[in-house]
């Protein structure tokens, strides 16, 4: 019984800034590595950006220098600051952890997504 949850997505003019936020809750020992994947229509899913518990950070190509993604342990939340928005960002983002659970199992979980849509 663990939930990722997303939040932050919406509309923006190209150029603009969003931050996503994803929680995860439940039955939660401890959550280790966390990322941010997105999916744009007609496309498959692709990693985005890569954080792991001790806050190493990756991110792809397209989105370095404008994106950057963070985590808050205590809260077991992971952040995505997105700026200098191009229209080709318009995907729906999920959010995507590696959790260790009370049942002492390491699993991968996924968020229900959030979706982003940059106009130009």
């Known amino acids: 019984q663990v939930q990722l949850v997303e939040s932050g997505g919406g509309l923006v003019q190209a150029g603009g800034s969003l931050r996503l936020s994803c929680t995860a809750s439940?039955?939660?020992?401890?959550?280790?590595?966390m990322r941010w994947y997105r999916q744009a229509p007609g496309k498959q899913r692709e990693l985005v950006a890569h954080?792991?518990?001790?806050?190493?950070?990756s991110c792809a190509d397209s989105v370095k220098g404008r994106f950057a993604i963070s985590r808050d342990n205590a809260k077991k939340t992971v952040y995505l600051q997105m700026n200098s928005l191009e229209p080709e960002d318009t995907a729906v983002y999920y959010c995507?952890?590696?959790?260790?659970?009370?049942?002492?199992?390491?699993?991968?979980?996924w968020g229900q997504g959030t979706r982003v849509t940059v106009s130009s």
């Open positions: 439940g039955s939660i020992i401890s959550v280790n590595a």
């Open positions: 954080i792991t518990h001790s806050g190493s950070t």
């Open positions: 995507n952890a590696d959790i260790w659970d009370t049942m002492a199992e390491l699993k991968t979980y």
